[in-house]
């Protein structure tokens, strides 16, 4: 096969086995930073809803490894506090973790004076020394997304959250997730989709190693500029995709099928039965036991229409001009103008949409052409509006 520049991508048929603050819950929200476990609400010291809370909380560090140890302390006013009140109210509370299923030996409790003027409450922190460095983080979370070891181990994840070599990562249905990799890339990985993350780092001279193993669905991935000698793989049950310094989509299909579209830079796709270069724009199928098909051009970026901008009482109808080719077209609608928070996805048969039950704030909005045999096209340029009732 000819090779390419240090930009090239090769896609290689292969075989390979199958592989955020928490939701809302007792403590209103959870979010592990800085060392601090943060709560939705404030922790009384007990009752119910703080038993509740705490339960959550040891879900969660079950499902961080990387955290080696919690301390629960119990601000308490003095009168409270003395005589070993206070240490045997936070006692309880950490029967509570252990109870749930967290090592004693992960948890230990104090009894700090309390601010003068402030309710009595249980804080948490943790210490988080991982058994291996992170090799990713998430960047923004949309929807259902959960990660863990196994698939009967998933748990919720947040923006901020560590990930680690080994763990597999799972968006439910209109949800998605967007990763800073270690070494400096970014990966976003689709609605109902399933990745296993491997081996990512960053040597000298700019050398990576990044390899990914996409079970099911949809990935998209912006590789970092890359030396010599570089690896970036995204593996799926039949296919690798090598790439360095490019942007591309690839889509594992249940019934083994897989498509590529090259946004940046070349990419080589070699099958069993055959092998071609598919250059920026233009995209390829691989069936199961097939040869690629011949590269294809991907549809172009729709021209949007209206609105561009605007303050609008209810949700505006969405209007873009038509794409030559185009069977239908999906429509975003997001929080953040990089698509990672609070996104909203729809397919429209033509070039327009009646979007309701907006929530009040500010959208953004964007196009993509989808031709009929699902290939998905350029992205249109992004605008925003506002809905103020």
């Known amino acids: ?53 705490l339960k959550q909380v040891a879900e969660a560090l079950k499902a961080r490894p990387a955290i080696r140890s919690v301390t629960l302390a119990a601000r308490l006013p003095d009168a409270e506090r003395l005589d070993g009140q206070g240490l045997a109210v936070a006692k309880a509370a950490a029967d509570v973790l252990v109870a749930a299923g967290l090592p004693r030996t992960r948890v230990s409790v104090v009894a700090p004076p309390s601010v003068p003027g402030e309710a009595a409450r249980l804080q948490l922190a943790y210490l988080e020394r991982p058994a291996q460095p992170a090799v990713a983080r998430v960047r923004a979370a949309s929807g259902e997304v959960s990660a863990g070891t196994a698939a009967a181990e998933l748990r919720p994840r947040a923006p901020g959250d560590a990930l680690y070599s080994g763990e597999l990562l799972h968006t439910g249905p209109g949800a998605r997730v967007e990763l800073a990799l270690a070494d400096g890339s970014r990966v976003r990985l689709m609605a109902d989709s399933s990745l296993r993350l491997g081996t990512i780092e960053l040597m000298a001279n700019l050398r990576r190693k990044v390899q990914l193993e996409l079970l099911r669905g949809t990935v998209e991935a912006d590789a970092a500029p890359s030396g010599e000698g570089s690896l970036f793989e995204v593996r799926t049950r039949s296919a690798v995709a090598g790439v360095r310094g490019t942007h591309f989509r690839v889509t594992a299909q249940e019934d083994g099928t897989h498509r590529l579209e090259t946004l940046e830079g070349r990419v ?102 989808l031709d009929g045999e699902g290939f998905v096209g350029f992205p249109s340029k992004i605008f925003a509006f506002d809905v103020r009732p």
């Open 268 to 369: 080589a796709l070699i099958a069993k039965k055959g092998d071609l270069d598919v250059i920026e724009g233009y995209g390829s199928r691989a069936l199961p036991d097939s040869a690629p098909e011949p590269p294809r051009p991907l549809l172009k970026a729709p021209t949007m229409v209206d609105p561009r901008d605007g303050t609008f009482a209810a949700p505006p109808r969405l209007t873009w001009g038509a794409v030559s080719g185009a069977r239908a077209y999906r429509v975003e609608l997001a929080r953040t103008a990089d698509f990672a928070a609070g996104v909203r996805t729809h397919e429209a048969p033509a070039a327009e949409l009646a979007v309701t039950n907006l929530d009040q704030g500010k959208w953004f909005w964007r196009v993509v052409a």
């Open 1 to 53: 096969m000819k090779r390419t520049a240090a930009w090239m991508m090769a896609l290689v048929l292969v075989a390979s086995p199958a592989l955020a603050a928490e939701a809302d819950g007792p403590c209103g929200s959870l979010r592990f930073e800085g060392g601090l476990i943060e709560t939705g609400r404030p922790l009384a010291p007990k009752g119910p809803q703080t038993e509740a809370c």
